[in-house]
């Protein structure tokens, strides 16, 4: 393996043809299957995260905007948590799983082996680029495969970074790093992996799919999506404006599980909306342009995006509004509408822009809500268990939040991803292990044990009674 006193491996530029099988070669071996090879690779990938925080978080500064400590904890801090959970418990989540065996069958005995699946692709996004990189890489080292990482093109730093850290620090012979845009994307996947991990936008992600289906190739697609909030009549407002504000506003919007839209029940709107305006003023202050707290837009592309859909019409500013495409700022904006068929509200907004709903009716808000693409996240604001029963049996989403928001994908014994158009397959702590192996049926049968007679011709009478008796 390299020392950190070498100088890193240029592994960006080997061709996909070649840099695939030289992977592959190396998990052939069985270089990567050892727990000892697990534990060094994620000891490492820790090592890394830690050791080269600054350099780090100054690429996600220098990309994205982003505070540092923002980018520290949504990112760093988010993945070394991630790697620690694996290393905790790599031993039970890869040991053989004991399976209960028919009477009939005894003394055999039945388990589920947990192997490793070989090379991995792990392709990453631009909005947070170092853990939604990271720690599908930790899941995929925890499980023995070897893994080729494809940073996003968007977040060129933080790209540069991972390019230069991981060959210093992980087994270049089993991980790798391939740099560049769609040509290299596209070239990536046109070879044959064992699993495809792509976190990013539903277009793409159909894409990657489609290569992926020519070698039968599973994939896990962790996409987006509009995730509502419902705050109930009976709701703690100023709490649920606190956890929608953190929930819409960090990282500037651009987060996938972000709260997308509100629907609040009438009685408690303008107590909502007078929280939520206090809500943006502690935390970012009577101007956000200038507040060190809050981000901006990753580039002018997607804050000309937004822009068009504040200005596409159909609602009412009630706070912030204003936009720089100069400085990539949009400020935290809230807005009332009533508008479904605006284009807030029919496209993912993915920036610091929240429109807000009124309703009386709870069965019409999940019948709304049904009605649409599977959200990636639902996140529901009640004092009642009733409410949270009928909103948990009459929509479908990834997750959901009771009186929280966003803070379900931090809590790794859950499995984190979408269903529909927000994607499927699931990762964090065992839920990733599970994605990056396949499960092997093992039966084991002693040699002495004699076959029972009525399984085998010729079938007589006797035998067809007795087998229908036993079986």
Same mark, same amino acid.
């Given at each position: 393996m390299t020392t950190l006193d070498s100088p890193p491996a240029d592994d960006t530029r080997e061709a996909p043809e070649l840099l695939v099988p030289r992977l592959r070669a190396a998990y052939t071996s069985g270089r990567t299957r050892s727990l000892?090879?697990?534990?060094?690779?994620?000891?490492a990938l820790k090592r890394m995260l830690v050791e080269r925080e600054a350099e780090f978080t100054a690429a996600l500064v220098e990309d994205l905007g982003r505070p540092p400590f923002e980018a520290w904890a949504a990112d760093l801090r988010a993945s070394v948590r991630e790697v620690e959970d694996l290393q905790e418990n790599l031993e039970a989540w890869t040991a053989p799983r004991r399976q209960k065996v028919p009477a009939l069958f005894k003394p055999a005995k039945a388990s589920v082996v947990v192997e490793p699946l070989g090379v991995a692709l792990v392709i990453g996004p631009w909005n947070y680029p170092v853990q939604l990189l990271a720690c599908p890489l930790a899941a995929a080292l925890a499980a023995g495969n070897a893994v080729v990482l494809k940073p996003s093109e968007v977040a060129p730093a933080t790209s540069r970074a991972f390019a230069r850290w991981v060959p210093a620090y992980l087994d270049p012979a089993a991980v790798a790093v391939v740099e560049g845009g769609v040509p290299e994307t596209t070239a990536l996947l046109e070879q044959r992996f064992d699993h495809v991990f792509y976190t990013g936008n539903g277009t793409v992600g159909r894409i990657v799919a489609q290569a992926a289906a020519k070698h039968l190739t599973p994939v896990t697609l962790e996409l987006g999506g509009k995730s509502p909030?419902?705050?109930?009549?009976?709701?703690?407002?100023?709490?649920?404006?606190?956890?929608?504000?953190?929930?819409?506003?960090?990282?500037?919007?651009?987060?996938?599980?972000?709260?997308?839209?509100?629907?609040?029940?009438r009685d408690v709107e303008q107590a909502f909306l007078d929280a939520l305006a206090a809500e943006i003023r502690t935390r970012y202050g009577a101007d956000p342009r200038t507040s060190a707290d809050f981000g901006r837009m990753v580039n002018r592309r997607h804050t000309e995006r937004v822009q068009a859909l504040l200005d596409g019409g159909g609602h009412e500013v009630v706070v912030g509004g204003e936009v720089d495409?100069?400085?990539?700022?949009?400020?935290?904006? !809230?807005?009332?509408?009533?508008? #479904?068929?605006?284009? *807030?509200?029919?496209?993912?907004? $993915? +920036?610091? =822009?929240?429109?807000?709903?009124t309703f009386t009716d709870l069965d019409e808000v999940c019948a709304t809500i049904t009605a649409?693409?599977?959200?990636?996240?639902?996140?529901?604001?009640?004092?009642?268990?009733?409410?949270?029963?009928q909103v948990l049996a009459s929509t479908?989403?990834?997750? !959901?939040?009771?009186?929280?928001? #966003?803070?379900?994908? *931090?809590?790794?014994?859950?499995? $984190? +991803?979408? =269903?529909?158009?927000?994607?499927?397959?699931?990762?964090?702590?065992?839920?990733?292990?599970?994605?990056?192996?396949?499960?092997?049926?093992?039966?084991?049968?002693?040699?002495?044990?004699?076959?029972?007679p009525l399984l085998n011709p010729p079938y007589g009478r006797f035998k067809q009674r007795a087998a229908r008796r036993l079986f």
């Open positions: 000892a090879w697990r534990h060094e690779q994620l000891a909030v419902i705050v109930a009549q009976d709701a703690n407002v100023r709490l649920a404006a606190s956890r929608v504000a953190f929930s819409r506003f960090l990282n500037s919007g651009q987060t996938c599980v972000a709260s997308d839209h509100v629907y609040v029940h495409l100069e400085e990539r700022y949009v400020a935290p904006t !809230v807005v009332r509408t009533t508008d #479904l068929d605006s284009p *807030l509200m029919r496209e993912e907004i $993915f +920036g610091p =822009v929240l429109p807000v709903l649409g693409d599977k959200p990636l996240a639902l996140y529901l604001f009640t004092g009642s268990d009733a409410v949270v029963d479908s989403s990834g997750g !959901v939040c009771v009186n929280d928001a #966003l803070t379900h994908l *931090l809590v790794s014994s859950l499995p $984190f +991803g979408g =269903v529909g158009e927000s994607g499927y397959g699931s990762y964090h702590g065992r839920w990733g292990v599970d994605t990056f192996s396949h499960h092997k049926a093992v039966y084991r049968r002693p040699s002495w044990h004699r076959d029972l």
